[in-house]
């Protein structure tokens, strides 16, 4: 009887070391251990890049030449998670068991997610809808939730949610909205991708025009000169990039004439040809050379060995 105590006195030890063996384990993308990802909520170049990072339901993971890795831990829901040179910004939950507000509210990380400063509305809003400037730090929020120290509709931040400006959204009449799009470095721009096609402000969201007349754009990005958006009309998905000196655009050639829509779409703040998108699907493709050739990522949700 003494031995048996004994033998389930240091396996119990064992658990206990192993336990916080795991839970001391420094924060990092290793080999991922789980390839089937569940709803992909953003997609970017996060610390000006060059790795991918995409945003799950279950956390982190990020691409480069060597592959896929996943986050170890800190696995949370972000919501409208945004890349910036700096880190990202982010919204939503907490993953189980942590000790985070539920919700998360506006969140930022320099450090690849290990850790986040909570800026605004900690436990109060999960946005949605969140834009930001790749180097301008500009914020812009579409509240869905709407409470007294924030009211519904479009509102921005210029010092990273200390305060907050409501934006009128004035000549802007859809009744869809797919995404925003924060310009990289001027704070005033801000776009807005809708049935009627792209909607373009020039003053903090105050005042809007119809950019182009695409129909049902689904995701569209600025770059400094100009942007991607995608559409879907007719069961028939397009990747379209624009300048903003003339009314040109041209039509990016896709990996497959029959995929899903796309969704997200990032491109390298270093090299406007690398480009990645993310599909209703999710399916996630990489061309590094304007669309003549793509690279299969991700395909129906699962990640590419």
């Given amino acids: 009887m003494k031995k048996m105590r004994m033998v389930a006195g240091l396996l119990s030890l064992l658990f206990v070391i192993s336990a916080c063996s795991k839970e001391s384990e420094p924060y990092a993308f290793e080999k991922v251990e789980n390839s089937k990802f569940e709803h992909l909520h953003g997609l970017g170049y996060i610390n000006g890049g060059p790795k991918i990072v995409i945003s799950t339901h279950d956390g982190l993971y990020e691409y480069d030449e060597e592959g896929w890795k996943e986050a170890n831990s800190e696995k949370h829901d972000y919501m409208g998670f945004q890349a910036v040179r700096e880190g990202f910004f982010s919204s939503g939950h907490p993953e189980p068991g942590s000790d985070y507000k539920n919700p998360l509210g506006l969140v930022k990380s320099t450090d690849r997610g290990a850790s986040f400063d909570k800026l605004a509305f900690y436990g109060e ?45 004035n000549e802007f009449n859809s009744g869809f909205i797919s995404n925003l799009a924060a310009h990289p470095s001027q704070k005033e721009m801000i776009a807005i991708g809708s049935k009627e096609g792209i909607f373009l402000s020039r003053d903090y969201g105050e005042n809007f025009a119809l950019f182009n007349d695409a129909k049902m754009v689904l995701a569209v990005t600025l770059t400094e000169n100009g942007g991607y958006y995608s559409s879907y009309e007719n069961e028939t998905v397009q990747l379209q990039s624009f300048s ?31 480009v990645v998108i993310a599909t209703y699907n999710n399916d996630i493709f990489l061309t590094m050379d304007g669309g003549a050739n793509w690279d299969t990522l991700a395909e129906n949700s699962e990640l590419m060995k």
Wanted: hydrophobic share 40%; no cysteine.
């Fill in 244 to 274: 903003f000196g003339n009314d040109q655009e041209m039509s990016i050639q896709l990996p497959d004439e029959k995929m899903s829509p796309i969704v997200f779409i990032a491109v390298n703040p270093e090299d406007e040809k690398e």
């Fill in 125 to 169: 809003i999960d946005f949605h809808y969140l834009a930001a400037g790749y180097d301008s730090n500009a914020i812009y929020v579409l509240n869905e939730m709407p409470m007294e120290e924030m009211t519904g509709g479009l509102h921005y931040t210029l010092d990273e949610g200390a305060t907050w400006n409501e934006a009128s959204m």
